[in-house]
């Protein structure tokens, strides 16, 4: 026999507790308003994923104005910008310079484990391992979500649900088929990722073309790296040893060129992410609105897909502030068109980067990327706006 359902009331459901979810939980709490987290893992498995680790310069004024700066400040790293580079040359694109605006090496992890801090310590609701999570009634006022914990039915009542629950989740679902559109573009190539226990060979973020394929070197902390090599789609990872993972890197980031040394070290995880561009419109459908991952998915390149989750959230709280608090509609009814044009500048940008920096078999591309990178480190034109869009533009724009 099922025990008896247990029916809660809150201002707002969040489904997610990844960054997006826990971002508005406290953006909303700052707001006077009450939500409830509904997650499906657990918060050791949420806390110890190993994702984006740049923040923007609009993201990091968002955290630190939200009262969670204070590690960030302390352990994060501010860059002034990044190395684009294609053999036998490096370039360096002072985004500070060009544009007044830095990013920083912090990462999600890091993110992720302040929201959870602040959440907890404000006595913050949230189920953890939460099986067979449904939306109900999104087309109403009184939207709800059920689902079991604890082998125990569960039903939260609530004036909004906010759908932060990433690209396998429910949220995107419960638009119909009929409202929503879908735009897609998957790519022909994944990224193999590695965490290294070595300090990085950088300073800053180097973004390579190389006839073998894209590789980037990027970082977490002094002493650890974070690197990435372009390998075809369904690559398994036991195909790539560690010492062929080295050799690649080493290949195709310059070893060796004007003196410089990439510094190889204990490899701690390895996966393959495939990569792709998604976005699901509108963002809101009645009373549930999409956020995140949930809304849209760019690959890695741009390092916008944190970004963009956190710019979502921020301009999703007050609109939810002002519907729950005001019956103010005014801020939610324009929340999917306002946050779309920022997800489309993001989703160009990353499409751009992407296809400008990873290699095909077709020899005409080459030539045409290499023109196009030549200009972008040549031009002033070109260096700001890549700049621009990389640092990121204002939450808003
Ligand atoms: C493997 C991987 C690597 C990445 N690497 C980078 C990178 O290098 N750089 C970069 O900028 N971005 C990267 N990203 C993208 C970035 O991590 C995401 O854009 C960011 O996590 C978005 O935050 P979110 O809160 O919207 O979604 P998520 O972080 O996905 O959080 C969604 C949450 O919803 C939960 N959930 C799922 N289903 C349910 C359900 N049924 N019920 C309740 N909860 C549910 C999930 O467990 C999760 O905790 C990567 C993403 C992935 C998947």
Redesign the pocket.
């Known amino acids: 026999m099922t025990s008896p359902s247990h029916t809660l009331r809150t201002d707002v459901v969040i ?7 826990m971002l508005l939980s406290h953006l909303l709490a700052a707001d006077g308003v009450e939500s409830i987290v ?4 657990s918060q050791e ?2 806390g110890a ?6 923040l923007e310069h609009s993201s990091v004024e968002l955290l630190r104005g939200a009262g969670l700066g204070e590690r960030l400040d302390r352990e994060g790293d501010e860059h002034r910008g990044i190395y684009l580079q294609w053999p036998d040359e490096r370039h360096h694109l002072d985004f500070v310079d060009l544009t007044g605006r830095s990013v920083w090496v912090y990462g ?1 992890t890091e993110v992720q484990k302040d929201l959870v801090s602040a959440r907890s310590a404000a006595g913050q609701e949230v189920y953890y391992e ?1 099986a067979d ?1 449904a939306l109900h009634e999104v087309e109403s006022d009184r939207p709800a979500v059920t ?1 079991t914990h604890e082998g125990r039915p569960v039903r939260i009542e609530a004036r909004a649900v906010a759908g ?7 949220s995107r679902g419960a638009v119909p088929d009929a409202v929503r559109s879908i735009w897609e573009r998957v790519y022909p190539y994944s990224w193999l ?1 590695i965490l290294a226990d070595v300090a990085p060979s950088t300073d800053e973020l180097i973004y390579a073309w190389h006839p073998d394929g894209f590789a980037m070197h ?1 970082m977490r902390s002094a002493s650890v790296s ?1 690197l990435y090599l372009q390998v075809p789609n369904g690559t398994p990872v036991e195909e790539w040893s560690d010492d062929r993972i080295w050799d690649a890197l080493a290949t195709r980031l310059g070893h060796g060129q004007d003196g410089w040394r990439l510094e190889p070290g204990p490899i701690t995880e390895k ?1 393959v ?1 495939p990569m792709r561009s998604y976005v699901q419109t509108p963002m809101r459908h009645g009373s549930l609105f999409l ?4 809304a849209h ?2 690959p ?1 390149t ?8 956190i710019a979502d959230v921020a301009l999703l709280a007050p609109a939810l502030a002002d519907l729950v608090r005001r019956d103010d509609r005014m801020l939610a009814e324009a929340y999917s068109d306002t946050a779309l044009r920022r997800v489309w500048r993001c989703t160009h940008f990353s499409w751009w980067m992407t296809t400008m920096l990873h290699t095909s078999e077709d020899p005409f591309d080459a030539q045409l990327q290499l023109s196009q990178l030549r200009w972008v480190a040549s031009s002033e034109a070109g260096r700001t706006g890549l700049a621009e869009n990389y640092a990121g533009l204002p939450i808003g724009f």
């Open positions: 489904v997610g507790g990844g960054p997006a979810g509904v997650e499906a893992r498995y949420v994923r190993v994702r984006a680790g740049i999600q939460c999570v689902f932060c629950d990433g690209s396998f989740g429910p990722g990027s974070r996966s992410l956020a995140g991952d949930s998915i760019v890695p741009g390092a916008k897909g944190l970004n963009l989750a």
